[in-house]
Nanobody, 127 residues
Framework: QVQLVESGGGLVQAGGSLRLSCAAS????????MGWFRQAPGKEREFVAA????????YYADSVKGRFTISRDNAKNTVYLQMNTLKSEDTAVYYC????????????????????WGQGTQVTVSS
């Protein structure tokens, strides 16, 4: 059974930092693009960042570029999202996700391209 479990969310002041972790089990995800998405109340789930299976390519939403960094440790089957200079608009539930296709050549930020999801971790940034 495939499982993605996020951790590391919490309450932080604007300008602060948090690091989210996503531990994967049930499958080795080194062949899959891994992504982070977020969903704020009343809004659609949106792409935040992704790291391609080859680990040489990273992708970020414009809103987080320069502030967030995605990384992975294949030996631990874990993906991280380092979030710096947090803003109140970063407040959301953050989800880890795994691409549905191994070795996908063309990156996709679409929610529908990812078929494994964690339960989410709340990030609240106070201003």
């Amino acid at each position: 059974q495939v499982q993605l479990v996020e951790s590391g969310g919490g309450l932080v002041q604007a300008g602060g930092s948090l690091r989210l972790s996503c531990a994967a089990s049930g499958r080795t995800f080194s062949s899959y693009t891994m992504g982070w998405f977020r969903q704020a109340p009343g809004k659609e789930r949106e792409f935040v960042a992704a790291l391609k299976w080859s680990a040489g390519n990273t992708y970020y939403a414009d809103s987080v570029k320069g502030r967030f960094t995605i990384s992975r440790d294949n030996a631990k089957n874990t993906v991280y999202l380092q979030m710096n200079t947090l803003k109140s608009e970063d407040t959301a539930v953050y989800y880890c996700a795994a691409d549905s296709v191994p070795y996908r050549l063309v990156f996709s930020s679409a929610v529908a391209a990812y078929n494994y999801w964690g339960q989410g971790t709340q990030v609240t940034v106070s201003s």
